[in-house]
């Protein structure tokens, strides 16, 4: 499975940025998409995951700020983060994170596995 981010940027304060990560490869099935991301210094932390079965979760520093959604309809998986109200402290490379599963016998379900994309540098200026 290979994930490509892209879409990152410099904008302002109070600014908007769409994140995409186009998710490509052979596996059975995608268990979760999500963004996570890293400023200088800092750990890499979840911004926001979205599972095949399950409630959303969100970093309580981007609620009602950000938004994933999913794109997997006519052959193609898009993963987007929509960012709104951008501020300083959002400044980070965000990374595309794909958890699916490979293909067993029989076309079930096989190991689960991660993928992370490239980085793609969100910055965010007061």
């Known amino acids: 499975v290979q994930l490509q981010a892209s879409g990152g940027g410099l904008v302002q304060a109070g600014g908007s940025l769409t994140l995409s990560c186009a998710v490509s490869?052979?596996?059975?099935?995608?268990?979760?998409v999500g963004w996570c991301r890293q400023a200088p210094g800092r750990q890499r932390e979840l911004v926001a995951r979205?599972?095949?079965?399950?409630?959303?979760?969100?970093a309580a520093s981007v609620k009602e700020r950000f938004t994933i959604t999913r794109d997997s309809a006519n052959a193609k998986n898009m993963v987007y983060l929509h960012m709104n109200n951008l501020k300083p402290e959002d400044t980070a490379a965000y990374y595309c994170?794909?958890?699916?599963?490979?293909?067993?016998?029989?076309?079930?379900?096989?190991?689960?596995?991660?993928?992370w994309g490239q980085g793609t540098q969100v910055t965010v200026s007061s």
């Open positions: 490869g052979s596996f059975h099935s995608i268990d979760a």
């Open positions: 994170k794909v958890d699916a599963f490979t293909t067993g016998k029989g076309w079930s379900p096989g190991r689960r596995f991660t993928t």
């Open positions: 979205m599972p095949t079965e399950g409630d959303l979760v969100y």
